[in-house]
């Protein structure tokens, strides 16, 4: 079955306490990315992978850090999780040349940073 | 400063009728619009899209309308169905950053039998 799978779904933890979020997908994807989704703020894209080894900052790319050493996997990394980051977190692929068509969302990680 | 706007965070329509999901954008280099659906505890997942060279385009039984000159699309529903309660989200991205997609807050969309 063609999916988007993440790790953990949901995750308490203490500020300041390094974590990192799994995200692998089965399609052969070129394109991964990372939203976050918070109430009143819908999804906002945190960074993105067009291939790789090759990443680029979304619109809120602060306090994360992701890498694409296989085209499978696409982690993002909290370094020193903080408050702030307490939310809805999606991975999601997508065919390069299908990037602005169709992308596949995992089902999402609830994070939440005490 | 919100690059895509969809400023009504719910609607209501009764089974059968139009549902009409409208989405702003300030943006003038976006020349590609999305729309996703979400459910609760599920990831968003594609509804259907629209370039920046079109006006309509149609699936089923959605279909988006794109007018450029006042920077709004809007979704039509018909008919709707009680299916199609979810959370809706308008996207949009600018040629030479396709991978940069920037989402608008969304509108939940409750169709009542």
């Known amino acids: 079955e063609a999916q988007v799978t993440q790790n953990p779904r949901y995750l308490i933890t203490v500020t300041g306490k390094k974590l990192t979020v799994t995200c692998s997908q089965n399609m052969n994807h070129e394109y991964m990315s990372w939203y976050r989704q918070d109430p009143g703020l819908g999804l906002r894209q945190i960074y993105y992978s067009m291939n790789v080894e090759v990443t680029d900052k979304g619109d809120v790319p602060e306090g994360y850090k992701v890498s694409r050493k296989e085209k499978r996997n696409f982690p993002l990394i909290l370094e020193s999780p903080s408050p702030n980051q307490t939310s809805l977190y999606f991975c999601?692929?997508?065919?390069?040349?299908?990037?602005?068509?169709?992308?596949?969302f995992g089902p999402g990680t609830r994070l939440t940073v005490t | 400063d919100q690059q895509v706007k969809q400023n009504s965070p719910s609607l209501s329509v009764q089974e059968g009728r139009i549902s009409i999901l409208n989405c702003d954008y300030t943006?003038?280099?976006?020349?590609?619009f999305l729309w996703y659906k979400k459910y609760p505890a599920e990831g968003p997942t594609f509804l259907i899209s629209i370039s920046s060279i079109k006006d309509k385009n149609e699936d089923g039984r959605f279909t988006v309308f794109l007018n450029k000159s006042a920077k709004h699309l809007s979704l039509h529903i018909v008919p709707s169905q009680p299916g199609d309660s979810a959370v809706y989200f308008c996207a949009a991205s600018r040629g030479g950053s396709q991978g940069n997609l920037i989402f608008g807050k969304g509108t939940k969309l409750s169709v009542k039998p």
């Open positions: 943006n003038s280099m976006f020349d590609y």
């Open positions: 999601a692929s997508s065919y390069r040349g299908k990037i602005r068509d169709e992308q596949y």
